[in-house]
């Protein structure tokens, strides 16, 4: 079955960076796009960046736009984001989520893991 | 970017009451919208997608409809199963917007 799992959040001190995982199996990863979803403490749903299957289309929300980049490796069906300069208000769990449409990104997550907690602190 | 709201913010029913979620978007998004399921500690689950389409092994108690600006998830016999937050989400234009999530309560 579809399985998304992260890994790599915890503590980290604000102006730090932090890099995240998300090993997927169960479903050909370099077919779907990928995609990061946070949820801030006692907030809803917001979605940060895109990766296409490829890797030739990366988007970003503005709020982390020129401190995050988003990466994947096919050949090891994993996904990366790695975060830098970090602020108070990137404290949120971190979902990476699986586009619904092979082969192309229609925005649309079917698949989510269980998250991974962020929280930038000093 | 499209601004989501939903209605209530929360609610509370009797098992077995017919529960209603109100989805609107700031512009037309025709049926570009999708319904989320999110318990605690919990990865999300996906509902509803594109306004009324039920996805694989959802319960049929579930269903969407609407089209444009309006939109709603509707559980016609709610179960205690069902204790989550609702969200929407809007995959007409980049970037893909959430709404602030409906609480539901037995």
Redesign the interface.
């Known amino acids: 079955q579809v399985q ?1 799992v992260e890994s790599g959040g915890g503590v980290v001190q604000p102006g730090r960076s932090l890099r995240l995982s998300c090993a997927a199996s169960g479903f050909a990863f370099n077919k779907f796009a990928i ?1 990061w979803v946070r949820q801030a403490p006692g907030k ?4 940060v960046a895109l990766i296409s299957f490829d890797g030739s289309n990366r ?1 970003f ?2 709020s982390v736009k020129g401190r995050f980049t988003i990466s994947r490796d096919n050949s090891k069906n994993t996904l990366f984001l790695q975060m830098n300069s970090l602020r108070a208000d990137d404290t949120a769990v971190y ?1 990476c ?1 699986r586009d ?1 449409s092979s082969g192309q990104d ?10 991974t907690l962020v929280t930038v602190s000093s | 970017d499209i601004q989501m709201t939903q209605s209530p913010s929360s609610l509370s029913a009797p098992v077995g009451d017919r529960v209603t979620i109100t989805c609107r978007a700031s512009q037309s998004i025709s049926s570009h919208l ?1 319904w ?1 399921q ?1 318990k605690p ?6 509902v509803i ?1 594109d306004a009324s389409n039920l ?1 694989t092994g959802v319960p049929s108690r579930f269903s969407g409809s609407g089209s444009e600006t309006y939109f709603t998830l509707t559980i016609t016999s709610l179960q205690p199963e069902d204790i989550a937050t609702y ?1 929407c ?1 809007q ?1 007409y234009s ?8 409906t609480k539901v309560e037995i």
């Open positions: 998304l995609h809803g749903l917001e979605w988007q929300a503005d979902y989520a619904s229609v925005n649309r997550f079917d698949y989510w893991g269980q998250g | 999708t989320y999110h500690g919990k990865a999300p689950n996906l997608y996805q969200y989400q995959s980049h970037p893909p917007t959430f709404g602030p999530g």
